[in-house]
């Protein structure tokens, strides 16, 4: 039983938050609204109506869900790709009315206070508007209109950075004025304190606490999701002089990236923030040689250095965590062990035999070291939360004692516990001497655990702040006081 | 129980571990032993002709053949990619080698040519997958046409006869009363076996066919591993071609298209067995006899020949919907 006597309250025009670790039943209470899951017992009214479980068309009941997968085809366009749950407004083998189907999105874009060019093909939304042609297309499934609705929004913005996140809460506001009730999926506290009225927690299962966003302090929420105190949310970066150069970039360029020069030192913990798209993030893979770059090169303990694969680069000792774990990090249907041992089969080969047995326990020993719940090395990895997952990942490059750890949103689709332990992680390395270089939209995570942050605007670097000056506040300032310097020359 | 779960003792689908999950989990490597074992006992007791050695003798050496294609397809398969063209390399091959002695070309050298087609074939299906990226069962369908024409052209589409004694003697000759083209497709299953769970280069196959993307950000040289299958793969199968020369003593140029089916059926029902959803050469071997003493027990049933691809095709499908299912129960 993944949900034992849960109850909670929603009101219309409400943005309500969902926190809790994964694992605690959200998804398990987010399937059983929409007729995946049969609960076992209990009751739910919407607006007034009971609910008849197991829910047969969440739609027509009412209820609609965003996922963080939107589930959008790049290939066709906008039109095509919200029509697709609504038979394009007509019978499965009648013809479509695009004109009907053209005014029906366009009003209720202009509710939504959105507009997305509908011709358009789906691969050249950002992040932030794929999530927004989610919230139309659950709109038109509700029936084109808000009210007596509820809509259940999935984690929107875990993978976008701050200012498109901002846009989607925006959106929910939007939708929630309309009449509608919205409950809000998310790992990021700071947007529940911006967007959302009131929050419930959950753990094991259980709704723990329900409160005013107003009335509750954040360590005050992360107590009641870990049932424990949470002394801080990150650690800080290690207060010890800084050794000599790991890495210097001279005028490296990308396809977007130009001419960036930047230097980390050994023990040194350097964040890169930016708006999407802005280039910064080829930078983990043109140093890791993932990417050739297209102009400048880079030095390794001041020594010219070029990769032609990253197999290169990883026998230099440069660790790069790549930002989407289930398409470049792991393989999920190999087992722990399989993808923590991979990096060092090699060194397992002994007269011409792989020493299965040795392997198994080096896998045990590492596995509990990074504390990977359940520490059973035999298990697929789709078995294991993100959290885990992405604790495999560190501990698979950590156990190579690499020179340079490149990070790139090392805590995208990981809970708050987890994300901590992956973060002390990085620290302890830094510690013994490696540079970490952290990619992040998350600019509070930024501001805690770096040493300094550099800002990326359209492929340049823009700005550098300090320890000293660093708080989210002034990262998200610098990345939006480029912004509006660059809509001013456009 | 070794660290205690900072969520609360609930990750996302890991089930409670213990002795009963573990042992049900080997069990389902092994079942397509099991299932085997027991096909035979029944079939010894339906049928007399099961209790004799000659029958087992008979069935073995009928499939020498098809395991050594199923062996050379799990190469290719390995590492996520398909390998259509290797039953029309094996016949293109043989035609060649055997026209080249007819021709007065000493045996050693059209054997090498013989060869040479191989590594050919297998550099161009490698061009076209790995290189330019064309979904390899649509190039290796290709080339396996392309090949059946070729086979066509140098045999002038008649069977082709003799085959020098040589060669008859290297696939017919006996060992322990059973011919060597036998002891070779197992000794191909022991390398195999080697290469696949011994070696790292077996496992950085599994990776690479379980997520490219991933292989490669770990450093396995994905693209050269893919092109190294890809020419292992003809090669091999060149070898097997000038095995089958031997084998029948004569060269159908048609032949190609009965060896499609079978090898690669037993290479993917063989999948779900010892290393459940990964291809490899033990399972492989234990699938194909698995399909010939079912396939034998019905023909010796009184059922007709057309029974084979009908008995293929149903066993295949319900091994691989079961693996499935048992593979999404487990998660």
Redesign the interface.
């Known amino acids: 039983m993944?949900l034992e006597d849960f109850s909670f309250e929603v009101r219309a025009g409400e943005i309500h938050a969902l926190l809790g670790?994964?694992?605690?039943?959200k998804s398990t209470l987010v399937k059983s609204l929409t007729g995946v899951v049969r609960p076992d017992g209990g009751s739910a009214t919407l607006f007034g109506r009971e609910l008849q479980f197991p829910i047969t068309s969440p739609g027509k009941q009412g209820i609609a869900v965003i996922h963080q997968d939107v589930g959008v085809v790049g290939s066709m366009t906008v039109m095509e790709n919200l029509g697709v749950v609504a038979n394009y407004g007509a019978g499965l083998l009648s013809p479509i009315q695009s004109g009907s189907e053209r005014a029906t999105y366009s009003s209720l874009m202009r509710q939504l206070g959105i507009s997305l060019d509908l011709d358009a093909y789906a691969s050249t939304l950002s992040p932030a508007e794929r999530t927004f042609l989610g919230v139309v297309r659950a709109m038109r499934i509700a029936g084109r209109s808000a009210q007596d609705h509820l809509f259940i929004l999935d984690e929107p913005t875990a993978s976008l950075s701050k200012p498109e996140a901002g846009k989607v809460l925006q959106l929910m506001r939007r939708v929630a004025d309309l009449g509608a009730a919205v409950i809000f999926i998310s790992h990021r506290i700071s947007e529940v304190f911006q967007a959302c009225d009131r929050v419930t927690v959950m753990?094991?299962?259980r709704d723990v606490a329900h409160r005013k966003t107003a009335d509750v302090s954040r360590a005050e929420l992360l107590t009641l999701m870990?049932?424990r105190r949470l002394d801080d949310m990150f650690p800080s970066p290690p207060d010890h002089a800084l050794g000599p150069s790991r890495i210097a970039t001279r005028r490296l360029s990308g396809r977007v990236l130009r001419d960036i020069d930047l230097e980390v030192a050994a023990g040194e913990v350097v964040g890169i923030a930016g708006l999407a798209g802005m280039g910064q993030e080829e930078m983990p893979l043109l140093l890791?040689g993932?990417m050739q770059p297209v102009g400048g090169g880079f030095a390794l303990d001041s020594r010219d250095v070029s990769f032609r694969?990253?197999?290169d680069?990883?026998?230099a000792g440069i660790a790069?965590v790549?930002r989407d774990r289930l398409?470049?990090?792991?393989?999920?249907?190999?087992t722990a062990q399989?993808n923590l041992t991979?990096?060092v089969?090699?060194a397992n080969?002994m007269k011409?035999?792989?020493r299965h047995a040795r392997l198994r326990r080096h896998a045990v020993e590492t596995l509990?070291g990074v504390?990977?719940?359940?520490?059973?090395p035999?298990?697929?990895m789709?078995?294991?939360?993100g959290?885990?997952q992405q604790k495999v990942v560190f501990a698979?490059w950590l156990q190579l004692r690499p020179k340079v750890l490149l990070l790139d949103e090392p805590t995208q689709g990981v809970?708050p516990?987890?994300a901590k332990q992956l973060l002390d992680h990085a620290m302890d390395a830094a510690a013994s001497g490696a540079a970490v270089l952290i990619l992040s939209g998350d600019f509070e995570l930024l501001a805690a655990v770096c040493h300094r942050v550099l800002m990326v605007q359209h492929g340049h670097i823009v700005s550098e702040l300090m320890r000293a000056d660093l708080s989210e506040q002034a990262v998200m300032d610098a990345c939006d006081v480029g912004q509006k310097a660059f809509s001013v020359l456009a | 129980?070794?660290?205690v779960?900072?969520?609360?003792?609930?990750?996302?689908?890991?089930?409670i571990?213990n002795h009963a999950a573990?042992f049900s989990?080997r069990l389902e490597s092994w079942l397509l032993v099991i299932a085997l074992l027991i096909l035979i006992a029944v079939c010894m007791i339906l049928f007399p002709q099961f209790r004799t050695s000659a029958l087992f003798i008979a069935m073995i050496n009928a499939q020498s053949l098809t395991l050594l294609l199923a062996l050379c397809a799990t190469v290719v398969l390995r590492v996520g990619d398909f390998d259509l063209s290797i039953p029309q390399t094996m016949v293109a091959t043989a035609a060649l080698v055997v026209l080249l002695t007819k021709a007065g070309l000493p045996l050693p050298f059209a054997s090498a040519v013989g060869l040479l087609l191989g590594l050919a074939v297998g550099a161009l299906n490698a061009l076209l997958v790995v290189r330019v990226g064309v979904d390899s069962f649509v190039a290796t369908l290709g080339s396996f046409t392309a090949l059946s024409g070729i086979a066509w052209l140098l045999t002038d589409n008649r069977v082709i006869v003799g085959v020098p004694p040589v060669l008859i003697d290297l696939a017919r000759g006996r060992l322990f009363n059973l011919p060597l083209i036998t002891w070779y497709a197992w000794a191909l299953m022991a390398a195999l076996w080697y290469l696949y769970?011994?070696?790292?280069l077996g496992?950085?196959m599994?990776?690479i066919g379980?997520?490219r993307?991933?292989?490669?950000?770990?450093?396995?040289?994905v693209q050269g591993i893919r092109v190294g299958a890809y020419i292992a793969s003809g090669v091999l199968a060149s070898l097997i071609g000038i095995l089958f020369t031997g084998y029948f003593g004569a060269v159908d140029p048609g032949a190609g298209s009965q060896f499609m089916l079978q090898p690669f059926a037993a290479a993917f029902l063989g999948a779900t067995a010892v290393s459940v959803?990964r291809f490899n050469s033990v399972g492989t071997a234990v699938a194909l006899y698995f399909l010939t003493v079912g396939i034998t027990g019905l023909q010796l049933f009184g059922a007709q020949t057309w029974v084979t691809n009908v008995f293929y095709g149903v066993a295949l499908m319900v091994a691989v919907t079961a693996a499935k299912l048992a593979g999404s129960l487990?998660?």
């Open positions: 993944a670790q994964n694992g605690c039943g753990r094991t299962g870990l049932g890791s993932a694969s990253p197999g680069a990883i026998a790069l790549p398409r470049d990090g792991i393989w999920t249907d190999g399989e991979l990096p089969l090699p080969f011409g035999f792989l509990d504390a990977v719940y359940p520490a059973r035999d298990f697929p789709s078995a294991f939360s959290g885990n698979k809970d516990g987890a | 129980m070794a660290a779960d900072p969520d609360g003792g609930h990750s996302r689908g890991a089930p571990p573990r989990r769970e011994m070696t790292p496992k950085y599994l990776f379980g997520n993307n991933a292989a490669r950000l770990c450093g396995i040289p959803g487990r998660r």
